[in-house]
């Protein structure tokens, strides 16, 4: 037997598709070959492909009328019958060595990317309309990294051992939960749709996944990518069915033990409230880890470079239009730097093009379906009506052909407007410009605008500035940026995660995520038992 030492992971370099590059190429290769099949998705429960009678169409949210694909839809019998297989694998995993455990996810990891980068960047691009450089960041980099430094971080938790004193070896068993997980993944990060699953299977658990119903399309890819690693049949069952269906067999049920969640702040609060309500059926406490959103802030002191400032502005709002948990939302911004800092930003919101995935020199593509793009027009069309609003940028919209929003930025008078506290996730920006000598007040007002606590950024030169705004917005921003945008948190580098609102802070790309999927036992044996019921302090002589 062996002690068996991880590689130590480095973060997967970002390719650049620029013109005449190589991978410029095969990613062009790539949507070319996806756009002229139409797939058909099945679930995979038990290592079986299950379809249904119930077949649902997808399509691009920038062409609707292309049909990438169906994927079947699952009720009631397959989520019993992948918790059923998800149950049935569980001793063979769980008691399955650390290290055979690691050595199937970094083969995904060495799968994705190889073999599978440009096939899933593809379907990224055109299921979730995302632009080249944000799916490579996304569905390639980053959950390459989440594979590979997952399970360093694994390797670290299982050398994580007690003390012993004479005679006593003391240690600590790192068990996988006692029953099965659910992740609920969302639509915006591919690769948070493959983390979720992987960090809890890879600590010897077994998991129902259910992905948002518009990532499934790129979902289907890593499914792929992980059963080619190794993924034996049952540890990962991934289904397609109706939320509230789920929820009631899997909350109901005495073997549920943890759900791990990203998506809207609503719904982690109505499952947790149905776990607390089931409490008594289950044969432990569950354990409950979710990000769930954010209105994220950037504040700017007048001593902020301004045309940093400007280009943050831009990328951290309207990258993948807006819909990001990190986003900047709504902007602070110093009187005497306003104008200079407003005229780079409508600059580069003149230089900015909307359309296709497939043309590269588009910076803003399709928001990801219709529901999402009603409620964030409502909120742009609200805001036309209010003689306190002015816009700025944008304000135009059009879906004859997608669901395409123009980046807009909306000017406020009063901090507290809707736009300022509630979560939009589109292309909307909105700004309060502040006097600044009101620096530290308008630290305050950012502290308590939203329930939200996920992302933040200060701009400032000023030193003392910095300091301050770092101290008084302790406990607003999970994730805490100094002259840089709210967005791109990097595995291994910015563990990511936020409170109040925004979820549990449990740090996805952390070793504290992975914890949180193990039930430690600590075990004591004792090499010299005693053979005297007497202690010394019992002796009188």
Known sequence: MSIFQIPTPKNEPVYSYAPHTKERKALEEALTLLKKQALDIPMYIGGEEVRTEQKVRIAPPHELDHTLGHYHLGGKEEIEQAITAALNAKAMWEQMPWEQRASIFLKAADLIAYKYRYLLNAATMLGQSKSAYQAEIDA?????DFLRFNVKYMEEIYHQQPQSSPALWNRMEYRPLEGFVLAI???NFTAIAGNLPTSAAMMGNVIIWKPAETQIYSAHFLMQAFREAGVPDGVIN?????????????????DFAGIHFTGGTKTFQTIWQLIGENIHKYKSYPRIVGETGGKDFVVAHNSAHKKALATALVRGAFEYQGQKCSAASRAYIP????????????EDLKNIKMGSVEDFSNFVNAVIDEKSYNKITQYIETAKQDTNVEIIAGGNFDKSKGYFIEPTILLVKDPMYVTM????????????????ENFEETLTLVNRTSPYALTG???AQDRYAITLASEKLK????????????????????????????????KAG????????????????????????RYPFMDLS
């Not at 506290?421 to 600044?436: A, N, R, S």
């Not at 995520?513 to 005297?532: C, F, G, H, Q, Y």
Request: a negative charge; one cysteine or more; glycine letters at 8%.
């Open 457 to 459: 950024a200060i701009f």
């Open 185 to 187: 993944t969302p639509f």
């Open 335 to 346: 009187a005497d730097i306003w104008e200079e800092v407003k005229g780079y930003v409508l």
């Open 140 to 144: 390639a980099c980053e959950m390459i």
């Open 510 to 533: 952390s070793f504290l995520n992975l914890v949180r999927w193990t039930s430690p036992r600590a075990i004591k044996e004792n090499l010299v038992p005693p053979v005297d019921f």
């Open 421 to 436: 506290q509630e979560e939009i996730f589109g292309p909307v920006l909105t700004v309060y410009v502040y006097q600044p």
């Open 475 to 506: 406990h607003a921003a999970g994730n805490f940026y100094i002259n840089d945008k709210p967005t791109g948190a990097v595995v291994g580098q910015q563990p990511f995660g936020g409170s109040r609102a925004s979820g549990t802070n449990d």
């Open 238 to 254: 991934l289904v397609y069915a109706d939320g509230p269906l789920l929820g009631n067999i899997v909350f109901n049920h005495a």
